[in-house]
Nanobody
């Protein structure tokens, strides 16, 4: 599967953004999917993940209550709604897909779980 992330931008603290990740092919619903981010000089970190049906989600503590992950399997698209953005959310955001399709929240939080990655979209939050 090929993944194409979009929706990043430059926003003021407190604003909202919605990231999208469009997947190619007709097997998107078979993948567990997630969002990760990487700030300059830092390692890539987990943000959120969602199971194949969209019924189960898992979030990093740093974004819980502010970000919402969702998916539309009919549209082959993964989303990340980001509200109340903070300067520390500034990073390149990547979407990813796990071909195994098996859901376990701790597994979904590991970048090594994922087989496919999008190219990343920049999110910059200024005070």
């Amino acid at each position: 599967v090929q993944l194409q992330a979009s929706g990043g931008g430059l926003v003021q603290a407190g604003a909202s953004l919605r990231l999208s990740c469009a997947a190619s092919g007709r097997t998107f619903s078979r993948y567990v999917t997630g969002w990760f981010r990487q700030a300059p000089g830092k390692e890539r970190e987990f943000v959120a993940a969602i199971n194949r049906s969209g019924e189960s989600t898992y979030y990093a503590d740093s974004v819980k209550g502010r970000f919402t992950i969702s998916r539309d399997n009919a549209k082959n698209t993964l989303y990340l709604q980001m509200n109340n953005l903070k300067p520390e959310d500034t990073a390149v955001y990547y979407c990813a897909a796990d071909a195994s399709g098996t859901w376990y929240y701790l597994k979904a939080a590991r970048s090594s779980t994922y087989d496919f990655w999008g190219q990343g979209t920049q999110v910059t939050v200024f005070q």
